[in-house]
């Protein structure tokens, strides 16, 4: 089964940057989409971005869009998260995920319901 396992987080001022990344292992080439969730204490585990793992399409939370970016690297099995800009509200455990087509051939980007396979979290905190 595919593997995933999040770093990168850490403690950082606002409107500085952080970059999450995603080490993927196993069967690789049945991933369709990955993305990132956020939770935060107390919060349902929310989305932030995606991406095909093939690379190419993206889609965003409105609360990113233009902050953050996400980025697949295929030959080292890896999927990036680079966060700019950031602010206090952005502080949370930040979840990767990974999913598989479903029976009819499709795949909602911003439901947890889409992703089979989940990493452990990696807490980013964000300072004001």
């Known amino acids: 089964q595919v593997q995933l396992v999040e770093s990168g987080g850490g403690l950082v001022q606002a409107g500085g940057s952080l970059r999450l990344s995603c080490a993927a292992s196993g069967p690789t080439s049945s991933i369709y989409g990955m993305g990132w969730f956020l939770q935060a204490p107390g919060k349902e585990r929310e989305f932030v971005a995606a991406i095909m793992w093939s690379g190419g399409r993206t889609f965003y939370a409105d609360s990113v869009k233009g902050r953050f970016t996400i980025s697949v690297d295929n030959a080292k099995n890896r999927l990036y998260l680079q966060m700019n800009s950031l602010k206090p509200e952005d502080t949370a455990v930040y979840y990767c995920?990974?999913?598989?087509?479903?029976?009819?051939?499709?795949?909602?980007?911003?439901?947890?319901?889409?992703?089979?396979?989940w990493g452990q979290g990696t807490q980013v905190t964000v300072s004001s």
């Open positions: 995920a990974a999913g598989r087509l479903d029976y009819i051939g499709s795949f909602y980007w911003g439901q947890r319901r889409s992703y089979d396979y």
